[in-house]
């Protein structure tokens, strides 16, 4: 099993709204290597769900229930997307604050390359992360 992290901008697309719709596809990443980590997704696989710009935090946890195809918001063949599903929401929300403050997560993708959508997690940052989301 992988670990990834996504994000999206609450006024956009929250958390909350993940929830009602119960089941979405990730669209709309036009970067090439945001689009070669859905491409790297497998089903089942954990996917925190970041907060950006507004709240800046991770605020949930989904899982990948359809690996990638084309997107199908563009006619573009080189664009993809996965469908996730949540799982929950957490028990508390792991800031960006906290998550630079803490020496364990030094070398997350969230901080070395702050402006990706889509970002695998370390085993090791997965668990750290649940354990600061006081879900261990």
Do not use: C
Not at 103 to 108: A, F, G, V
């Amino acid at each position: 099993m992988n670990y990834w992290l996504v994000k999206s901008e609450p006024d956009t697309y929250s958390w909350d709204f993940f929830v009602s719709k119960g089941r979405d596809i990730w669209d709309g990443v036009r970067n090439y290597q945001a689009r070669n980590n859905l491409k790297a997704m497998s089903e089942n696989d954990l996917v925190f769900f970041y907060h950006s710009n507004k709240g800046m935090e991770i605020v949930g946890l989904a899982k990948v229930v359809k690996e990638s195809y084309q997107d199908p918001t563009t006619e573009d063949p080189r664009w993809v997307v996965v469908e996730l599903a949540p799982v929950k929401k957490l028990a508390e929300p792991v800031s960006l604050t906290k998550i630079k403050t803490d020496p364990n997560l030094s070398d997350i993708s969230l901080l070395k390359q702050s402006r990706l959508s889509v970002m695998p997690i370390k085993p090791e940052e997965f668990d750290r992360i649940m354990y600061l989301a006081n879900e261990v």
